[in-house]
């Protein structure tokens, strides 16, 4: 009989599916659209590989909680745009298939979901480039990423830190030929609610295939919400649709953290603690003569010896300093999310109510809303956007 387990501290990175010797879990979506282990008893044999594999249950240490801080720029503008930040993933990824390797990475499929791929061209490393803001399916990447390894090849494996925690006890060792990227995460929120998300703007824009959390058309401090009917509409930067997190219901639910994975408020991987040879985050500003150019700077968090080795192979292709203030910025757990207190109920409706009815009680597009949007748009059409950034940046820190 198949039996789901719809653990609080399962963070859904699908270890414990990739190792099982019987294949017996398949991971499969809980009432709230997270995908959960369900385990078919019929075939398991209690051998508890699943268990002892779960970095839910003991996540994998490391020892490595000394960083070191860099600020990265990629030369390329083009691959600045398309990132989130300064594109410092797609450098590291670069270099990964030049040593003749294989990057794994989260990607926006044209049905418009987030799933983990392998890719081993240049050219594909496009469709991992943004953050894509709903939990991302790993499928069997863990067993492919280990058969590469195996084998000698370089392997990139990216991912939330529970994902490249899983990575780690599934592999159950480190390999001199893996790079593991992980990202400052707060939260992952629920596909359920992306797809009731995208059925909605569907109804009104027509057949949305692309969409982009982090748009940098109204530049990196006015990133935006943005969809395209085709990814090549994407690099045309032909949009249909762009709103910023004042406004779009999607960045606004998650912003908000009611529509996140319950192990999220808990999550143990996100603190100085990692097994990751590099932590990827944003950084507003630096202050530093000639980085803020408002197209994007990835902070990276370096972890390891193999880590900094790897990052002096990359000079020629990106802009590098040493950020030796930026050390631990985002890498705190107190950072997290708190369980939203109607959580129950809102999950409920997102099975009940219609799209129109879920989005107009949880993120209304109200007059408020369209105020503060019309006013930021014009705030950024003056050209004052950056200064007012500038100011509340101060006030905040
Ligand atoms: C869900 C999520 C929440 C984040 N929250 C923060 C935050 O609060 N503060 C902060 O400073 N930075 C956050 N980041 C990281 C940040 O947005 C950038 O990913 C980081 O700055 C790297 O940018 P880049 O320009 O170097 O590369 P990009 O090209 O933007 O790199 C994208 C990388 O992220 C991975 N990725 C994208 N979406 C997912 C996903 N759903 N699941 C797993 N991996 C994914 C890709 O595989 C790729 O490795 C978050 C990222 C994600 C995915």
Redesign the pocket.
Known sequence: MPSLVDWNNCCGCGACANKCPKNAIRMLPNHEGFLHPVIDSSICVECGACEKICPGFSPAKSGNNNPKAFIVQHKDDDIRFQ????????AIAEEVIRRGGVVF??VMTEELT?RHECVDSIAGLAR?????????EIGDCFIEANRRLVSGQWVCF???PC?INGLYKYLEKDYDNLIA?D????S?PTPHVFKKYVEYKKTKEGDVTDVVF?DKKRGFLYCTMAHYLSHENRLLRNDCYRRGSESDEWLRLFLSGKISRRSCTTCPFQGSDRVSDFT???IWETNIPGWDDNK?T??VHVWTEKGIKFLNSLKGEVKIEEYSQGIYK?INRKCGIELFKDRKQLFIDAHNLSDQEFFAKYASYSFVVKVKQKSRFLIWKCGLHNMVRHIKHILIH
């Open positions: 990132s989130t930040s300064g594109g410092a993933f797609t990475g989260a987030v991992f480039r943004n953050s894509k803001y709903v939990q991302s990216s991912g939330t994902q990227v990202v400052v995460c707060k992952v982090r990827l985050g944003d994007g990835t902070l985002g």
